[in-house]
Nanobody, 124 residues
Framework: QVELEESGGGWVQPGGSLRLSCAAS????????MGWYRQAPGKQREFVAF???????KYAASVLGRFTISRDNGGDTAYLQMNNLKPEDTAVYSC??????????????????WGQGTQVTVSS
């Protein structure tokens, strides 16, 4: 069983930056792909970013060019660097991880592990 713990959330003014971390523990041998999702109040959870087993990345159109997903060398920790944050980025950000070949992040979301989430608030 894989456990995920997110950190790095907080409050930031528009235009600011935050770096989220997602640390996997437990059966980390079963993790080779990771993703980030977010859910704003009253809205459905939405895809943000994904990094595959070979390091390929995918982003939601709304964050492309502003957010960057990466992983550490061991592969057990994923990061989400968020720059030029906007009020509409306010949400709970959750990490998703599991074993997946390819870039079908929706498939990973349906069967992978999830963290509890970390709150990101962008306001002046």
């Amino acid at each position: 069983q894989v456990e995920l713990e997110e950190s790095g959330g907080g409050w930031v003014q528009p235009g600011g930056s935050l770096r989220l971390s997602c640390a996997a523990s437990g059966a980390t041998f079963s993790v080779n792909a990771m993703g980030w999702y977010r859910q704003a109040p009253g809205k459905q959870r939405e895809f943000v970013a994904f990094i595959s087993d070979v390091g390929a990345t995918k982003y939601a159109a709304s964050v492309l060019g502003r957010f960057t997903i990466s992983r550490d060398n061991g592969g057990d920790t994923a990061y989400l660097q968020m720059n030029n944050l906007k009020p509409e980025d306010t949400a709970v950000y959750s990490c998703n991880a599991g074993f997946l070949y390819g870039d079908d992040y929706a498939r990973l979301a349906s069967r992978g592990a999830w963290g509890q989430g970390t709150q990101v608030t962008v306001s002046s």
